[in-house]
């Protein structure tokens, strides 16, 4: 019974394998053309970015991203500086103005950190 089996796959394969680099080309294609998409996406932010520098808008008033990481770096107390270092990073890939800066990361102070600041509000 596997002789027949081995036999019809052997005489199949030419077109299977012709399948799959057809399948495989396709998929190289459509992958080219979301890199072309995303790329063109990526110089059309960054053109105007660099067009609204200068232009009298202040910069980091207004976030032109059409999006914002998911993760805030949260303060429990340990690793001010680092913690500093990682939120400025954050405000300026966000373009984030400094108006907001000081809410958003009270908001995200943990534990210790949190009770402090709380205290010192009172």
């Known amino acids: 019974m596997e002789e027949p089996i081995t036999a019809l796959m052997e005489e199949h394969r030419p077109w299977i394998q012709q399948q799959i ?3 495989n ?3 190289e294609e459509q992958q080219q053309q ?6 063109n996406q990526f110089r059309f932010h960054e053109e105007r970015a660099h067009s ?6 202040e910069i980091g008033s207004r976030n ?5 990481p998911k993760v805030f ?3 429990n107390g340990i690793d ?3 913690w500093v270092k990682t939120c ?5 890939m966000c373009r984030i103005g400094d108006k907001w800066t000081v809410d958003l990361a009270v908001s995200h102070l943990k534990g210790p950190a949190e009770t402090w600041f709380s205290s010192i509000l009172r």
């Open 21 to 23: 680099s057809e399948q």
């Open 25 to 27: 080309q396709k998929i």
């Open 34 to 39: 979301l890199m072309t998409q995303m790329l």
């Open 52 to 57: 609204n520098f200068g232009s009298g808008v």
């Open 64 to 68: 032109n991203l059409h999006f914002n």
């Open 73 to 75: 770096p949260t303060f």
């Open 80 to 82: 001010p500086k680092g």
């Open 88 to 92: 400025t990073r954050y405000f300026s």
